[in-house]
């Protein structure tokens, strides 16, 4: 099994950038399709965006779309989500998420335990 966690919440201005990281441990990290769920207050989670194993093909949110990037390194067991052009809408604790074996979309097996983005305006 995978354990997943996340650093690189904080707070920042509406038009800021943050990075999120999510280090996992464990074997073949490779071998997970890892992704971001975000859960703002009072609302359901939701997809984020996911990137494949050998990271050569990402998927996001139409909210995110050409303002987020997902990454991974499978040398460090690392994935990241770049957020630039922030709005308030995106404050919200973001979770990494990991897929092993599963085309479940929507009920990642792995979690993370969150961390918090808040966006001022």
């Known amino acids: 099994q995978v354990q997943l966690v996340e650093s690189g919440g904080g707070l920042v201005q509406a038009g800021g950038s943050l990075r999120l990281s999510c280090a996992a441990s464990?074997?073949?990290?490779?071998?997970?399709?890892m992704g971001w769920f975000r859960q703002a207050s009072g609302k359901e989670r939701e997809f984020v965006a996911r990137?494949?194993?050998?990271?050569?093909?990402?998927y996001y949110a139409d909210s995110v779309k050409g303002r987020f990037t997902i990454s991974r390194d499978n040398a460090k067991n690392t994935v990241y989500l770049q957020m630039n052009s922030l709005k308030p809408d995106d404050t919200a604790v973001y979770y990494c998420?990991?897929?092993?074996?599963?085309?479940?979309?929507?009920?990642?097996?792995?979690w993370g335990q969150g961390t918090q983005v808040t966006v001022s305006s």
């Open positions: 998420a990991g897929w092993l074996y599963s085309t479940d979309w929507s009920r990642p097996g792995y």
């Open positions: 464990g074997r073949a990290f490779s071998a997970y399709v």
């Open positions: 990137i494949t194993g050998r990271g050569d093909t990402t």
